[in-house]
């Protein structure tokens, strides 16, 4: 007897002109990289703060991540908030493509070993769509790497960030 799974959701974007996933339970909704405050001496994956209906929320250069090396925010990038436990923050991609449903018996999703590769230390699975892979961010590994910068990006934040 065969075990049938439901299909899973997953936002997919684009960082670096790459197709990248994460898992629709942890996607809040998407922004505009505009309005995003700077903060002096954070870490160069911190592209700053933003005013999210009252709430500070932090947000990282995904390509800086991924990659080591990013552009930062500008106008024509988004922003994906995502959340983990009681942590939100903002990574930002190049562009949203889709919400799509992956059944695993009809994808091929294989799992990556810890530390697989260094740079991909966010990315705990490979998913193939029409032989082209695309990563799945892990969330809680990537939260958990940038904790301590979430934390200091949103202990003390300045007095007055406008919302947009």
Known sequence: MEIAHAPRAFIIFQVKGLPYACDLEHAKEVLSARGIYPLPNARKEVVGIKNLRGEV???????????????????????????????????????????EHFNIEEHSISE??????????????????HDVPIPILEIDLLA?????????????????????
Not at 69 to 78: I, N, R, T, V
Not at 118 to 126: E, G, N, R
């Open 57 to 99: 929320v932090p947000v990282f250069d995904l390509e800086e991540i991924l990659f080591g090396e990013g552009p930062g925010a500008d106008g024509s990038k988004k922003v994906l908030i995502v959340r983990r436990e009681e942590d939100e923050f903002g990574l930002t991609v190049d562009r949203i493509d889709r919400i």
């Open 112 to 129: 990556l070993g810890e530390g697989a590769t260094p740079s991909l230390f966010t990315v705990s699975a490979l998913m193939v769509e």
């Open 144 to 164: 958990s790497h940038l904790e301590d910068a979430i934390e200091a990006a949103t202990a003390s934040p300045p007095e007055s960030i406008e919302e947009n």
